[in-house]
């Protein structure tokens, strides 16, 4: 099963009020977060697509970084949000199978900032960046952490999301 999963801020204490997110530190947060994701995504079968914002923490951080990938089970393709510090080939040295500034998997294009869905609006957009604002607008469904009660987002959720307005007449 594919997952698509954005904005978990590891390592970010200020997210917890810009996003009025229920923790009391960023620790408690990563905790929770990572307990959510482990919760629904098989190691063994299932494919996280993290769109951006993985964590805060920079290049003289990156035991901090392999910490959080070592926890986060399946394959685990990266999207870069406007946050992440490293560069992109040390998130594959610690365990991400690739790393992208946007990717078009043909059912979706994915990106962490939904501003460059409007160069296609004919195509279903899957974002972060955008924390609380929206779930979905028209063609753009975000599947940040704060609109999926930290839990990555199912294909199929996201499937029913964009079916619901095809059948609104």
């Given at each position: 099963?594919?997952?698509?999963w954005?904005?978990?801020?590891?390592?970010?204490?200020?997210?917890?009020?810009?996003?009025?997110?229920?923790y009391l530190?960023s620790?408690?947060?990563?905790?929770?977060?990572?307990?959510k994701y482990?919760?629904?995504?098989?190691?063994?079968?299932?494919?996280?697509?993290i769109?951006g914002?993985?964590?805060?923490a920079?290049?003289?951080h990156?035991?901090?970084?392999?910490?959080?990938?070592?926890?986060?089970?399946?394959?685990?393709?990266?999207?870069?949000?406007?946050?992440?510090?490293?560069?992109?080939?040390?998130?594959?040295?610690l365990?991400?199978?690739?790393?992208?500034?946007?990717?078009?998997?043909?059912?979706y294009?994915?990106?962490?900032?939904p501003?460059?869905?409007?160069i296609?609006?004919?195509?279903?957009w899957?974002?972060g960046?955008?924390?609380?604002m929206?779930?979905?607008l028209?063609n753009?469904?975000?599947?940040?952490?704060?609109?999926?009660?930290?839990?990555?987002?199912?294909?199929?959720?996201?499937?029913?999301l964009?079916?619901?307005?095809?059948?609104?007449i």
């Amino acid at each position: 099963m594919n997952w698509y999963w954005a904005d978990p801020h590891f390592w970010d204490e200020s997210i917890i009020v810009y996003c009025n997110r229920p923790y009391l530190n960023s620790k408690k947060m990563e905790i929770d977060l990572v307990r959510k994701y482990r919760s629904v995504v098989d190691p063994q079968k299932d494919t996280v697509y993290i769109v951006g914002d993985l964590t805060l923490a920079g290049p003289q951080h990156q035991g901090y970084v392999l910490h959080i990938i070592e926890q986060l089970p399946g394959r685990k393709i990266f999207i870069m949000g406007n946050h992440d510090k490293l560069n992109p080939f040390s998130y594959i040295d610690l365990g991400i199978e690739s790393v992208h500034t946007s990717l078009d998997i043909g059912k979706y294009i994915l990106i962490h900032d939904p501003v460059a869905s409007i160069i296609a609006p004919n195509r279903n957009w899957l974002c972060g960046h955008v924390h609380t604002m929206y779930k979905k607008l028209r063609n753009v469904v975000n599947v940040g952490v704060d609109q999926w009660a930290g839990f990555p987002a199912s294909e199929e959720e996201i499937d029913k999301l964009f079916a619901e307005e095809r059948n609104i007449i």
